[in-house]
């Protein structure tokens, strides 16, 4: 399916419903570095080239929308067990919030697409069981391990220098790039190899004792899923003074792995916009969101910055309208029911029992007093009397009710 956006598009703006606006099937690869649920408030410094950027990563059920847990309580069961296995209401709430994104992510990318979700120990036990549920556990790949070395003063605890990014694909066919993971030689090597042949390993002539003209190749620079690439640290050239700038270098290994030029990568919490830097510089297109309006002026500068030339950036604020769906059909419409009475096989979504198709009644799960739409995805069919204790309620307080 065709991008419903121009290549270079930077939105300012929550990305729920931006996403939803997207088209499906439209990019290759997502790489995402959300807010942890680190119970941390972030700032840039002032007078950083990020300065006055910030974001809050403390979460409480006030900062979720309730409606969406009930649409995942209607619709996506697994998922809906991994919300409730969270120990704690501030968990709970993060994986919320990250639940509805993740399925507009799966639904935005191709069937041959990738995504890396960067977390760290704090989360990643209960986002690999979100992305389980969401992507499909056989649709796990890797974990790519970001090893750093930050200094540590405690003594009662290891060192914590790494960061996880869970890597999962669509389906069983993906982009990957082999020789991108392989080492990249440094420039001194580079000079002394200084031959390629039609495979691209490189080589150097030189002259034995016994006056034969001989080739020695370098060793294929094999590299594991631990990636050694040091902090951005105050003193980095590439520093923005963006409170969680991750490395180019990582983003460039990640991109050309897992994409060719001239696919689409996208990157919803984009911050300073290092994957979209990295993007450019490799030629592939890309699109990003983030929430705070620090991000559009740094992704015009560092990519100025990057190419020495002035790249043609689309700046956005609205929520795109897809063209991949036709005109909806009302809500109650006999093929809709017909679809859900088959997605439900056959029965309430409340108290689960059978019933002849005539007996069922579609229901919005978010009420449209509360802006919920008439896709699918916000429609289940609900017995007569489920659908009467609920009324204009959300599915948590018919789930209640029913269980009393
Ligand atoms: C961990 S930072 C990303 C840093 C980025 N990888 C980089 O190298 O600069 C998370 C970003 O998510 C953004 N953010 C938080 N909630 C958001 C939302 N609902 N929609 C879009 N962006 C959001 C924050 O403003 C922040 O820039």
Same mark, same amino acid.
């Given at each position: 399916m065709s991008a419903n956006w121009s290549n270079r598009t930077i939105w300012t703006g929550d990305n729920l419903p931006i996403m939803r606006g997207m088209n499906s099937a439209s990019v290759d690869l997502i790489y995402l570095d959300p807010p942890f649920n680190s119970k941390a408030n972030y700032a840039a410094p002032i007078g950083s080239e990020a300065a006055?950027?910030?974001?809050?990563?403390?979460?409480?059920?006030?900062?979720?929308?309730?409606?969406?847990?009930?649409?995942?309580?209607?619709?996506?069961?697994?998922l809906n067990k991994v919300i409730h296995a969270a120990m704690s209401k501030s968990d709970k709430s993060y994986l919320i919030y990250m639940a509805v994104r993740l399925l507009e992510m799966h639904r935005?990318?191709?069937?041959?697409?990738?995504?890396?979700?960067?977390?760290?120990?704090?989360?990643?036990?209960?986002?690999?069981?979100?992305?389980?549920?969401?992507?499909?556990?056989?649709?796990?790949?890797?974990?790519?391990?970001?090893?750093?070395?930050?200094?540590?003063?405690?003594?009662?605890?290891?060192?914590?220098?790494?960061d996880q990014v869970l890597y999962y694909t669509i389906a069983d066919d993906w982009t990957f790039n082999h020789h991108a993971t392989l080492f990249e030689y440094d420039e001194k090597s580079k000079r002394r190899y200084d031959k390629t042949d039609s495979e691209g390993r490189r080589f150097k002539v030189y002259t034995d004792t016994t006056g034969t003209v001989r080739k020695a190749y370098m060793k294929a620079g094999r590299a594991d899923n631990v990636l050694?690439?040091?902090?951005?640290?105050?003193?980095?050239?590439?520093?923005?003074?963006?409170?969680?700038?991750?490395?180019?270098? !990582?983003? #460039?290994?990640? +991109? /050309? =792995?897992?994409?060719n030029e001239e696919?689409?990568?996208?990157?919803?919490?984009?911050?300073?916009?290092?994957?979209?830097?990295?993007?450019?510089?490799?030629?592939?297109?890309?699109?990003?969101?983030?929430?705070?309006?620090?991000?559009?002026? !740094?992704? #015009?500068?560092? +990519? /100025? =910055?990057?190419?020495?030339?002035?790249?043609?950036?689309?700046?956005?604020?609205?929520?795109?309208?897809?063209?991949?769906?036709?005109?909806?059909?009302?809500?109650?419409?006999?093929?809709?029911?017909?679809?859900?009475?088959?997605?439900?096989?056959?029965?309430?979504?409340?108290?689960?029992?059978?019933?002849?198709?005539?007996?069922?009644?579609?229901?919005h799960i978010i009420a449209r007093a509360q802006g919920g739409t008439d896709h699918l995805e916000n429609l289940q069919l609900l017995c007569g009397h489920c659908n009467r204790v609920k009324g204009d309620r959300g599915q948590e307080y018919l789930i209640a009710k029913l269980a009393a």
């Open positions: 006055g950027a910030e974001f809050k990563d403390t979460w409480t059920l006030q900062d979720v929308d309730i409606a969406w847990l009930d649409l995942i309580e209607a619709k996506h069961t697994r935005i990318l191709k069937s041959t697409g990738s995504i890396y979700l960067h977390c760290d120990p704090t989360m990643s036990h209960y986002l690999k069981l979100l992305m389980d549920a969401i992507f499909g556990r056989k649709n796990f790949r890797n974990e790519v391990v970001w090893h750093y070395f930050k200094p540590h003063s405690s003594k009662r605890t290891w060192p914590r220098n790494y050694k690439i040091p902090f951005v640290q105050g003193t980095s050239k590439e520093r923005v003074g963006y409170p969680t700038q991750k490395p180019i270098a !990582l983003l #460039e290994r990640i +991109i /050309k =792995a897992s994409s696919d689409v990568v996208f990157d919803p919490f984009c911050g300073c916009a290092t994957t979209l830097v990295a993007a450019d510089r490799h030629s592939r297109n890309w699109v990003g969101i983030d929430i705070s309006n620090v991000a559009v002026r !740094l992704v #015009e500068d560092r +990519i /100025k =910055a990057d190419q020495g030339l002035f790249q043609d950036i689309q700046s956005r604020t609205d929520v795109p309208q897809r063209t991949d769906v036709g005109t909806l059909l009302m809500y109650n419409a006999p093929s809709n029911k017909k679809a859900l009475y088959g997605e439900q096989g056959g029965h309430c979504n409340g108290c689960a029992q059978h019933f002849q198709i005539q007996n069922l009644e579609v229901d």
